[in-house]
Antibody
Framework: QVQLQESGPGLLKPSGTLSLTCAVS?????????WTWVRQPPGKGLEWIGE???????TYNPSLKSRVTISMDKSKNQFSLNLSSVTAADTALYYC??????????????WGQGTLVFVSS | DIVMTQSPDSLAVSLGERATINCKSS????????????LAWYQQKPGQPPKLLIY???TRESGVPDRFSGSGSGTDFTLTIDSLQDEDVAVYYC?????????FGQGTKLEIK
């Protein structure tokens, strides 16, 4: 059973950089899957942030593209999210998730429990 | 960006009855080369991450009860929940994964009447 677990600071100051890690167990991030970040502001809907393929190829949401970087560490079987110049608008529950390639389905089939990041001075 | 619009925003259905949630995309999410609609449905209960119910618009994820079904093609899609159970109370989201950014609908809150 694949499991994902997010970790990282829960409180950030404005203009700081959000750094989160998603540890994957029960499966390899070197498999042919996309590894995704999604966020959800408190009481609101879901926003796709971006994803990274096992090859290292990345795709980002243009609304965040200038501030976001997703990377992976195959030796630790984990992937990471960096979001720079954060503001209160980046306060959200951040989820990591796995997405099979579209020819095998393509929906986000495994999710972490999420980690709440609060941006405040 | 493809805009996903769900209707209604909320609905209340009696136990044992049918619930229907609609999702409309601003452009087609049908991939012509394989005739697959790149549309997924998720269920999110309070305090939990979303759970994948349906992918390719109508294929149930493994382990999802068969009272959940998806239909539609192109730009118009429907999630149907037959014989509503207590445990189906949740917010439901559609998502297109046809083109990035992979956008979600705003969510539909389902309650028991």
């Amino acid at each position: 059973q694949v499991q994902l677990q997010e970790s990282g600071p829960g409180l950030l100051k404005p203009s700081g950089t959000l750094s989160l890690t998603c540890a994957v167990s029960g499966g390899s991030i070197s498999s042919s899957k996309w590894w995704t970040w999604v966020r959800q502001p408190p009481g609101k809907g879901l926003e796709w942030i971006g994803e990274i393929y096992h090859s290292g190829s990345t795709t980002y949401n243009p609304s965040l593209k200038s501030r976001v970087t997703i990377s992976m560490d195959k030796s630790k079987n984990q992937f990471s999210l960096n979001l720079s110049s954060v503001t209160a608008a980046d306060t959200a529950l951040y989820y990591c998730a796995r997405r099979p390639v579209r020819s095998s389905g393509g929906g986000l089939d495994y999710w972490g429990q999420g980690t709440l990041v609060f941006v405040s001075s | 960006d493809i805009v996903m619009t769900q209707s209604p925003d909320s609905l209340a259905v009696s136990l044992g009855e049918r619930a229907t949630i609609n999702c409309k995309s601003s452009q087609s999410v049908l991939y012509s080369s394989n005739n697959k609609n790149y549309l997924a449905w998720y269920q999110q209960k309070p305090g939990q991450p979303p759970k994948l119910l349906i992918y390719w618009a109508s294929t149930r994820e493994s382990g999802v009860p068969d009272r959940f079904s998806g239909s539609g093609s192109g730009t118009d899609f429907t999630l149907t929940i037959d014989s509503l159970q207590d445990e189906d109370v949740a917010v439901y989201y559609c998502q297109q994964y046809y083109s990035t950014p992979y956008t979600f609908g705003q969510g539909t809150k389902l309650e028991i009447k």
